[in-house]
C-alpha cells in the first residue's frame, strides 16, 4: 500500500517511509496515563521517552510555567543570566557527588553530552594534551543524536547508515551479564570487562585517551545492569590514567533509581562529569546539561592559556523557563516522590521479574523504576528473536488493546512508567503485560 506524506517528521524514520509516516498520535496524558487518537486510555509504560518522571498533567509545573513565562520569558545566556538558572545551579551543585560544583545547560541530553566532549576537548588542548581526545565508549550505550554524541552509540542498526567519527572513538564490550559467555561466572565475566578496558589504555595509550563515557546502567541498549563493581574498578581505571569519567545520566538521573544523581548513592562513584536532561523538568520543557568538576575548571584558571576561548553556547543554554520548571520538578521528587520510588521498586522489580515463567521471555532485568524484559527464540539457546518478527512491536500492539502502551525495541520490551506509578498500578501492568506477551 502506497505510504501517505506526511508534513512531520518523525525520529527514526525509514528510507522507504520517509515523509510518508505519522505513528502514534496522543491527545492528552493525566498521572500515569495518556489518552489515545482513538480515545483509548492507556498506562504510559515508557513515561513518553523515560522522562515524564511527575506524571502527566501536573498542575505545579505547569504553573510555574506560565509565571515564569509571564514574569522573564528569555533572557541570554551569553550576557545575562536569570534567577531560576542561579537557583537551580546551585541546587544541583549541592545534589551532585564529589565536587561536581559546575553546571553548564544545554537544550538536552545529545547537546548534554556534546557539550561534555568538547569540554574534555577544550580542556586538553589548554592543558596542553592535543593529542589526548579518544572517546571511549561501549557496545548497547546510547548517547544521542549531535555528530560526538551519536559517534559514541554501540548500537550496530543506528550506526548502519549514518556518518560518524570513528576515528574519535573506540568501542568496548556492553556489561550484559545475560549475554556473558556460557558457563562464565559474574566475577570473571568483570574482570574480563576491566581487563579490556586496562588493554585498550595499553594498546592506544593513556597519553591518548581523554573519555570514558558510560551510562550506569545501558537504557536503550535494554536496561543492562553491569555487575556489581564494574562501574567502580572502570571509575579507577580512568582516574590511574588521567581519563575523564563522563557518566552519562540523562536516564538514570532524577529519580528513575531513586536519587537525583544515581553516580554516588546508587553506584558509589564520583565522576569527572555527569550529563542530565530528560527527568530534570519531567519532560515538560527540554533541558540538560553537565555537571562539571570544580578540579577541572581551577586547572583550566591556572593554566598557560587564560584568553582560550570555550567557543561553545546554546541559545536556550539555561532557559529560565526551563530552569524554573527543573525547581518545581526537584522540590516535588524530593518532596515526596524519590522516597515512593524506593519503597516500590522491590514490588516493581519483582513482579515484572515473574513474567520469566513465560515461554517467550528469556530475562526480565532492571533496577528502581527502569526494567527491560528481553524476549528470545528459546530458551535453550537464550538467542534473540530476529528482527522481522518485529516481536517487541507485537507485544506492543496487543498490550495497547489491553490498556498498556510498551517501548519495543526490537526483541525487547522497555518499562520506565511514571515515578508517580502505584502499587496497583503496577499489578495492572503487569497483568497487561502477561496477558499481551
Ligand atoms: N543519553 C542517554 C543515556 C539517552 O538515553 C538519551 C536519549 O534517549 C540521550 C543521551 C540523548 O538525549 P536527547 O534525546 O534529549 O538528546
Not at 528510507?15 to 495518556?34: F, K, P, Q, T
Not at 515538560?284 to 582560550?308: K, T
Amino acid at each position: 500500500m502506497a505510504k501517505i506524506p506526511s508534513a512531520l517528521v518523525q525520529p527514526w524514520p525509514s528510507a522507504g517511509s520517509i515523509g510518508a509516516d505519522r505513528r502514534g498520535l496522543l491527545a492528552s496524558g493525566e498521572g500515569i496515563y495518556v489518552t489515545d487518537g482513538h480515545g483509548r486510555k492507556l498506562i504510559d509504560g515508557p513515561a513518553g521517552m523515560w522522562c515524564v518522571n511527575v506524571g502527566h498533567r501536573n498542575a505545579e509545573l505547569a504553573k510555574v510555567m506560565q509565571e515564569q513565562a509571564l514574569e522573564l520569558s528569555y533572557n541570554s545566556p551569553w550576557y545575562t543570566t536569570s534567577s531560576p538558572a542561579d537557583a537551580l545551579a546551585d541546587v544541583l551543585a549541592d545534589r551532585a557527588p564529589g565536587d561536581l560544583n559546575h553546571v553548564f545547560f544545554t537544550t538536552g541530553g545529545s547537546s548534554a553530552v556534546e557539550t561534555a566532549l568538547r569540554i574534555m576537548q577544550f580542556a586538553n588542548n589548554v592543558r596542553g594534551r592535543p593529542e589526548k581526545k579518544l572517546m571511549v565508549s561501549r557496545q548497547g550505550g546510547y548517547h544521542g543524536s549531535t555528530y560526538l554524541s551519536a559517534s559514541l552509540n554501540g548500537r550496530p542498526r543506528d550506526q548502519d547508515w549514518m556518518d560518524s567519527a570513528t576515528h574519535l572513538v573506540r568501542k568496548l564490550s556492553s556489561p550484559d551479564p545475560f549475554r556473558r559467555p556460557e558457563g562464565m561466572s559474574i566475577e570473571a565475566f568483570e574482570d574480563g570487562l576491566v581487563a579490556e578496558f586496562a588493554a585498550l589504555i595499553e594498546k592506544e595509550r593513556a597519553e591518548r585517551i581523554g573519555a570514558f563515557v558510560a551510562e550506569p546502567i545501558q537504557a536503550s541498549g535494554g536496561v543492562i545492569v553491569p555487575p556489581p563493581g564494574y562501574l567502580k574498578r572502570m571509575r579507577a581505571l580512568c582516574a590511574e590514567n588521567d581519563i575523564l569519567f563522563i557518566a552519562d545520566e540523562v536516564v538514570t538521573a532524577f529519580g528513575r533509581l531513586g536519587s537525583v544523581f544515581a553516580s554516588r548513592d546508587v553506584f558509589g562513584i564520583e565522576p569527572d562529569m555527569i550529563t542530565f536532561a530528560k527527568g530534570v523538568t519531567s519532560g515538560y520543557f527540554p533541558l540538560g546539561g553537565v555537571m562539571v568538576s570544580a578540579r577541572l575548571f581551577e586547572e583550566l584558571r591556572r593554566s598557560n592559556h587564560p584568553d582560550a576561548m570555550f567557543a561553545h553556547g546554546l541559545t536556550y543554554s539555561s532557559h529560565p523557563v526551563g530552569c524554573a520548571v527543573a525547581l518545581k520538578n526537584l522540590e516535588l521528587l524530593e518532596g515526596g516522590i524519590l522516597d515512593h520510588v524506593n519503597a516500590l521498586s522491590g514490588h516493581f522489580q519483582t513482579s515484572l521479574k515473574s513474567l520469566e515463567d513465560l515461554a517467550l521471555v528469556g530475562e526480565v532485568r532492571g533496577l528502581g523504576l527502569m526494567a527491560c524484559i528481553e524476549c528470545v527464540a528459546d530458551r535453550v539457546s537464550n538467542n534473540p528473536l530476529t528482527l522481522d518478527l518485529e516481536v517487541g512491536k507485537r507485544i506492543d500492539a496487543h498490550c495497547q488493546d489491553l490498556g498498556l502502551l510498551v517501548r519495543p525495541l526490537i526483541n525487547m520490551c522497555v518499562m520506565s512508567p511514571p515515578l508517580t506509578i502505584t502499587i496497583e498500578q503496577v499489578d495492572t501492568m503487569v497483568d497487561i503485560l502477561r496477558r499481551g506477551i
